[in-house]
């Protein structure tokens, strides 16, 4: 029987793991870190701005309940992520994203929307004793305090529901954070930042009332993805008194890509009250070997908070998002490592919670509570 079905029949699942936040020696003996490492990740607040596990749930039947291995790809691209080992990892919440489809028209992209809403809802709700599925800030630290994993959940890609303005009421009861407004391939909204783009320009008239209407049911503006030309007119048309995200990627200050946000646009972000999320892709953090190491997240994490402060960086794994993380950090269950990186680096523990969870907090309070 599927999670679904065990879900639909008000059936639970529970998930059995070991448990390093009751017991952090495991995280020591498990990743060689430090006491003072495994201590520190498990009395913080640990969110993950980008898990895209959903996606092979959608299409392999990939169990997120279930344990999983490396798979036969060692970990890289899939099988990253899963309830379980987030669990593990001391992931204290995250966003798990709806990836969209950009191939079907814009109704079946809703209808699909509609569909795959309920079924990571199911997914979540399936694991009651463990998971909470959370809309603001507040019930994130309810469930926090009563010992869950806090589920968010984001669209990448708002060509989900982009048929016109109302089908952005088809999301139920606020319960989606943030949208990405465009993805790997440009749509009705903007033009992506990836070089598959076949038209110039940024942000379309469409795009404009899009991020509009965005602020006014207040969920985040994600420009994660957008081509620069296309971020700013979103910046410029944006609410001013709303903060601004970018949940997953890589700076430009570190190693110049496409993918990557240059020191303009972290400043727009910062100037909303925004936070910006590191990912983990290898090729975007650095070339070579030099992108190939946990360090390179803590250069780029660096660079944001000499350039911007360090109120405004944040963690965007993009783990199953087809991505090649750096060897020591290849799944969620590494997630200690970084810790003890950032303590190597002489970070302080008020700078390290601000940025494994505390930074994103407060942009998710500015805009909901």
Request: proline share 4%; hydrophobic share 45%.
């Amino acid at each position: 029987m599927t999670t679904e079905s065990l879900a639909a029949r008000g059936d639970a699942v529970r998930i059995d793991y070991a448990d390093g936040r009751h017991d952090p020696s495991l995280w020591m003996k498990a990743h060689g870190v430090s006491r003072e490492a495994a201590e520190l990740h498990a009395t913080s607040d640990v969110i993950d701005l980008h898990l895209d596990s959903f996606i092979w749930n959608r299409i392999f039947g990939y169990d997120l309940t279930k344990r999983h291995g490396r798979g036969i790809l060692g970990a890289r691209f899939m099988s990253q992520c899963d309830f379980p080992r987030a669990l593990e990892a001391g992931l204290t919440g995250a966003t798990w994203v709806i990836t969209t489809n950009p191939l079907r028209t814009a109704r079946g992209r809703s209808a699909a929307f509609v569909r795959n809403v309920a079924r990571l809802r199911g997914l979540i709700e399936a694991v009651p004793e463990q998971l909470v599925l959370v809309r603001n800030a507040s019930v994130y630290r309810a469930a926090r305090a009563a010992g869950k994993h806090g589920a968010f959940l984001g669209i990448q890609g708002g060509n989900a529901l982009d048929e016109n303005l109302d089908a952005l009421d088809l999301i139920p009861d606020d319960v989606i954070l943030r949208i990405t407004l465009v993805h790997l391939m440009s749509s009705k909204l903007g033009v992506t930042s990836a070089p598959v783009k076949v038209r110039g320009g940024g942000l379309s008239t469409f795009g404009r009332d899009y991020v509009r209407r965005l602020n006014e049911k207040r969920i985040f503006v994600d420009l994660a993805h957008i081509n620069r030309e296309g971020f700013f007119d979103a910046v410029a048309v944006h609410d001013p008194s709303l903060p601004l995200l970018v949940t997953h990627t890589g700076v430009s200050g570190v190693y110049p890509h496409w993918r990557n946000l240059d020191d303009e646009q972290l400043r727009a972000i910062a100037n909303s009250g925004g936070t910006v999320g590191v990912m983990y892709q290898a090729s975007f953090l650095g070339k070579g070997a030099a992108g190939r190491s946990v360090d390179a997240v803590l250069a780029h994490l660096e660079h944001i908070i000499q350039t911007v402060g360090e109120d405004h960086a944040s963690l965007g794994s993009d783990w199953d998002g087809a991505i090649v993380a750096p060897p020591d950090i290849a799944t969620c269950l590494e997630q200690p490592v970084l810790v003890q990186r950032m303590l190597d680096r002489g970070w302080k523990p008020e700078r390290i919670k601000k940025v494994l969870a505390g930074n994103f907090l407060r942009v998710v309070a500015l805009l909901r509570g």
